[in-house]
């Protein structure tokens, strides 16, 4: 990371501060950020998703990782399947209260990782399958201390202690495979970067698959 992006990110008092430069990062405005590879943006995956993604982070969420719903053959022609899903820390109980409401509304899946003392801690959800059904990445789960550490290195003391001890959603659409970008749309309307429209016949609440059992992928 440059002088001049650890100064930024150093810089940062507030969540909302945090929030702001994460989504300069998003938009490939900031060439780096902490925990992640030095002068290295959002996977080309991710890149359709930047405007809600953005959206979030300016409307108090800090987007932490996320990924498309995506289906096919992977570099080594081997099946695979893949949720969409985002990881957000939210600092603030209204907020955190929205979020979690317009995702159970909606029929996606919630996992909540509270960093409190005597928060709770929630089972992580597979999002990506291969071929043989095996689960292969997982988003939610807890973070350890050292890997938090590392996420947020070079953070102001009093707003590390803030994030470090914040409440971590990730919130998993139940299908895999393209269709589960409906997800964006709802986030979408969290965020009041889309309004709903009666003429438009897309609900994006609509569900044909219920969400899973974790256990089982």
Sequence with gaps: MSRADRRRWRSARTTSDLGELMALWLEGKIASRPGYQPRCGPEGETAHLVPTLTALCRAGYVTTQSQPGLAGTGADGSRWDQRAAVELVVTDAALLHRLVDTAHAAGLIVRINDYRPGGVQEHPVVTTRDGDGEGVTAFGGRITRA?????????DRDLYRTVSTGTYVSIIAPEYGGAGDRMWDV?????????????????PWASRTQPTDPARG
């Design 187 to 203: 986030l979408d309307f969290l965020t009041g970067r889309r309004r709903h429209d009666p003429a438009d016949p897309v609900d």
């Design 147 to 155: 890997d938090m550490a590392i996420q947020w290195a070079g953070l």
